[in-house]
């Protein structure tokens, strides 16, 4: 993968999938006050995906054909952002060698609802529409941000992959 580059995939799922997925989103129990980094103030609501679900195996089996066999699988979590909360730019792991996926399970999208994905690069700001059955993934060390939905929750899923050689991100699992 090039540094800087943001690969997009549509169509990620089957349609049944989903719809599993989406459901999945409506029915998770969350915890308020995830940080994306540990001199940030809390934003948004996360949900653990657990190993023991038929999500977690769908994504994690799904991601590591991208991303072979030289990085080590790290979580996935669920984030929920209701209508109007903004996030901070932040990078998921401090060095590039970490890969991180974002899946939009939303149904439907429209422009004006808002949503996308913000990347700051080359100091320059792009956003990624959160287009239905979407999953992008980059460089786990590219400034991003979350930015909501007008009028409601935003969805996504952050599955994680760290290079085997640096052991001490597992202080990072609940960023």
Not at 88 to 116: A, M, Q, R, S
Request: with cysteine.
């Amino acid at each position: 993968m090039e540094t800087n580059s943001i690969n997009i995939i549509d169509d990620f799922f089957s349609y049944e999938d989903l719809l599993d997925i989406n459901n999945f989103c409506k029915n998770a129990v969350y915890v308020f006050g995830s940080k994306d980094a540990p001199d940030l103030p809390p934003t948004g609501m996360t949900h653990t995906v657990q190993p023991d679900t038929k999500i977690y195996d769908l994504f994690k089996s799904s991601t590591e054909k991208l991303v072979g066999d030289h990085l080590l699988f790290h979580s996935i979590l669920l984030n929920c952002f209701a209508p109007n909360e903004n996030a901070y730019f932040h990078t998921d792991f401090p060095i590039k060698e970490c890969v991180t996926f974002i899946y939009y399970p939303n149904i439907e999208w429209c422009l004006n609802w808002g949503g996308e994905t913000q990347f700051f690069i080359n100091e320059e700001i792009r956003g990624i529409i959160p287009k239905p059955n979407r999953i992008i993934y980059y460089d786990s060390n590219i400034l991003h941000k979350a930015t909501p939905y007008r009028d409601r929750h935003r969805f996504t899923f952050a599955v994680k992959y760290v290079a085997p050689e640096y052991p001490f991100l597992e202080q990072f699992k609940n960023y």
